[in-house]
């Protein structure tokens, strides 16, 4: 017994040793003949997006530096590792990568006043926390400093950005990327954090249903890593590079039996930078193995990426479509209502409009519009004329039903219906802000947006237009620390699929009420409304910021004053 108990021990002693026997490779060591870039320190405390913050900071650059030429940026959270500057030294010496600048920072410190206090320490804050903070603090604040102090040329390139981190930094570093891949599309995560401490988990779920973006990943992990309250990083990086794959991303792993610590990382640095590299210039690009089939993509055709199809603009809402497939939309603070006609041509179809908001087309052929302004709801014929259909009416969005239709009142936290003879009565009070809304295919439920919940509503239309079952229905994603998902416009296709306008994007919910797909925004400005427009009603059109986009997309679009269409029941 005394002799397998001795066994026993020996061997766990050995695996122990095992898990942390990982060792540098020549790639990571200075080699003699080849020449060494040099390593400023230095420090940044003028931060306006971490007040109050100090941090260390230390720049490679990289041997016969030429100022003549942008170089591509390197940035690493958590200072000096992986012995990244002796691997600098050597593959850019062969010429296996190319030549760059390394920035390694440390997280920020709010000094504390006195010696009888502790500093308040930033590292879980800036790194574990999703959102866009820390990568605006880098593309904003520190690469410029650095550009402007250390007098080097960095490329604002995306290609020529990589990110690297270790554990939090390593979540901070894909982070970054996710946010922001129009600035880092190269990753290196290290026991990556993608657990419970600071929504982190929430990755592998927002991955597999998000329009793919132009990142390349290099994950590694050890089986010997945490496992505590916040969860386990070996599964969350098992789960990790699952989602990547599933949703088609450029993405390699070295899984080893490490602890949680930066060994197996070093040892592997040389070989990530090669991969992570290699190819370059040449662009990374978004889902770059087509043969995935996500939900996103059974929507979105590869390489239709979103057009403009209008600017200069002051804010622009209310899309809505006519029979012909041509678009109308509003401009709020120019009192103007445009349109698209089927040759892409831009003109402005109505003026002095009453600040028209949301426009929808009724069965009479008449362009309907919330004129909150002048508190009247209006129509318009096919040449532009005016005419008031209701005065002293408080009005955001409109859709035709029955004989009538609905209308949104935020302000009033109210939904109305008004009949065909005009008569009018609130249906529905309670809902936080009622924004968007929009009937199912089929016209037998209406739904509708809650710009400050996190829900859409579905109600059912009953015969006389009053609306009955009311529920919190369509579970929608929120941004980041937001208390709101900032559901606002919203359409349906024929496959019965919810298309909300929100904070997060365009979000793609099936008719159970689940998120399927997140649609990208296309450019970083309030995504008010969308509609489906052009001949097939496959043009999918959002009015976002001072701007209108579109894109070719394989859905079809529903009008909702034609005949109503039954969809297939959707998958439980």
């Known amino acids: 017994m005394l002799k397998l108990i001795l066994t026993v021990l020996f061997l766990a002693a050995v695996a122990a040793r095992a898990a942390d026997d990982y060792q540098p490779g020549p790639d990571s060591k200075p080699q003699p003949d080849v020449p060494q870039g040099e390593v400023i320190k230095s420090v940044f405390e003028q931060s306006r997006i971490f007040p109050g913050t100090t941090r260390d900071y230390w720049v490679y650059k990289p041997h016969a530096y030429d100022a003549s030429r942008p170089l591509p940026v390197m940035v690493f959270q958590d200072g000096l590792q992986y012995s990244a500057t002796n691997v600098f030294n050597n593959l850019i010496h062969k010429r296996e990568i190319p030549p760059m600048v390394g920035v390694f920072v440390m997280h920020g410190r709010v000094k504390a006043l006195s010696t009888n206090a502790l500093d308040r320490f930033n590292r879980s804050y800036e790194y574990d926390g999703l959102g866009d903070s820390y990568a605006r603090f880098l593309i904003e604040e520190l690469l410029p400093h650095i550009s402007r102090e250390h007098k080097l040329n960095l490329s604002t390139n995306a290609d020529d950005r990589a990110i690297a981190g270790n554990s939090s930094g390593a979540i901070c570093a894909f982070t970054a990327a996710w946010e922001r891949p129009d600035a880092f599309r190269r990753v290196f995560s290290a026991i990556g954090t993608y657990v419970g401490l ?44 699952s989602a990547l794959a599933f949703a088609g991303y450029d993405v390699k792993h070295e899984w080893g039996d490490g602890a ?72 709020i603070p120019n009192n103007r209502i445009h349109k698209v006609g089927l040759d892409g041509k831009v003109t402005v179809f109505a003026e002095n409009t009453g600040g028209a908001n949301g426009l929808a087309f009724g069965k009479d052929g008449r362009l309907y519009a919330c004129a909150n302004g002048r508190k009247v709801l209006t129509r318009f014929d096919e040449s532009g004329v005016e005419e008031e259909v209701l005065q002293d009416v408080e009005s955001n969005d409109i859709v035709p039903a029955l004989d009538g239709g609905y209308w949104t009142d935020p302000g009033n936290k109210k ?31 209406l739904y509708v947006a809650d710009t400050r919940g996190q829900f859409v509503y579905s109600f059912q239309i009953q015969p006389d237009g009053s609306l009955a079952h009311k529920q919190r229905y369509f579970h929608l994603h929120i941004v980041d620390g937001s208390t709101q998902s900032g559901a606002d416009g919203m359409k349906v296709d024929t496959q019965g699929l919810l298309y909300v306008t929100t904070e997060m994007g365009l979000q793609v919910c099936d008719q159970a009420g689940r998120v399927n797909a997140i649609i990208s925004k296309p450019q970083r400005a ?3 409304n969308v509609a489906f427009g052009g001949p097939n009603l496959d043009d999918l059109y959002v009015t976002c910021g001072d701007k209108v986009f579109k894109r070719k997309t394989k859905a079809k679009g529903v009008l909702p004053f034609k005949d109503p269409i039954k969809p297939a029941a959707p998958r439980l």
Do not use: C
């Not at 978004?286 to 239709?304: C, D, Y």
């Open 198 to 241: 600071r929504g982190g988990n929430d990755y592998p779920t927002l991955i597999r249903k998000t329009e793919p973006k132009p990142i390349r990943v290099f994950l590694q992990d050890g089986s010997g890593d945490l496992n505590i309250y916040g969860g386990n990083w070996w599964v969350a990086n098992q789960d990790m590079l």
């Open 415 to 445: 939904v109305w219906f008004a009949n065909g003879d005009g008569e009018r009565r609130a249906v529905d009070t309670g809902i936080e802000r009622p924004n968007g809304l929009v009937l199912s295919p089929d016209q037998s439920l």
């Open 260 to 331: 949680h610590n930066s060994k197996h990382a070093t040892a592997v640095f040389p070989d990530a930078l090669r991969w992570l590299w290699r190819d370059w210039p040449a662009p990374i690009k978004a889902n770059p193995l087509s043969k995935t089939n996500t939900p996103v993509l059974q929507i979105l055709i590869p390489g239709a990426d979103w057009q403009l199809v209008s600017e200069g603009h002051k804010f622009t809402e209310g899309p809505a479509v006519n029979e012909k497939g041509e678009l109308f939309f509003t401009d």
């Open 526 to 528: 309030w995504l008010s």
